[in-house]
Nanobody, 122 residues
Framework: QVQLVESGGGLVQPGGSLRLSCAASGTIFSIDAMNWYRQAPGKQRELVATITSGGATNYADSVKGRFTISRDNAKNTVYLQMNSLKPEDTADYYC????????????????WGQGTQVTVSS
C-alpha cells in the first residue's frame, strides 16, 4: 500500500506564490508518472501538470508559464511551484502517482492524495 500526503496549501493574495509538496510512502520500487490535479467548487477535476520519472513535464494551458512541477526521486516527492496566482486558481489540489511496488511487479498501481486547499483571494 502507498500513501500520498500533500502539504503547502493555504490562503494567498493574487499575484502571490505557493509551493505544494506531495510525499509518497509505503511499498514503492519506483514511481512512474506523478501528476497534480485540481478541483474547484462545482467543477470537474482537471489535470494541472505531469512529470515522468525521467523529468519530462507537461502543463495545462491555464498554468503554463506560472506553475512548475518537479520531483525528487530519492525522496519520492513531487512539487508544484505556483507563481502569479490568480483567483481562478482557487481549488483543492490533488497529487496522483503511478507506483510500481516491486521490481518483479507486472503492473503498476494508481494512488491519490487527500488534497490540499489553495485559496487565492484579496
Amino acid at each position: 500500500q502507498v500513501q500520498l500526503v500533500e502539504s503547502g496549501g493555504g490562503l494567498v493574495q493574487p499575484g502571490g506564490s505557493l509551493r505544494l509538496s506531495c510525499a509518497a510512502s509505503g511499498t514503492i520500487f519506483s514511481i512512474d508518472a506523478m501528476n497534480w490535479y485540481r478541483q474547484a467548487p462545482g467543477k470537474q477535476r482537471e489535470l494541472v501538470a505531469t512529470i515522468t520519472s525521467g523529468g519530462a513535464t507537461n502543463y495545462a494551458d491555464s498554468v503554463k508559464g506560472r506553475f512548475t512541477i518537479s520531483r525528487d526521486n530519492a525522496k519520492n516527492t513531487v512539487y508544484l511551484q505556483m507563481n502569479s496566482l490568480k483567483p481562478e486558481d482557487t481549488a483543492d489540489y490533488y497529487c496522483y502517482a503511478v507506483v510500481r511496488p516491486h521490481s518483479s511487479a507486472l503492473i503498476s498501481y494508481q494512488y491519490w492524495g487527500q488534497g490540499t486547499q489553495v485559496t487565492v483571494s484579496s
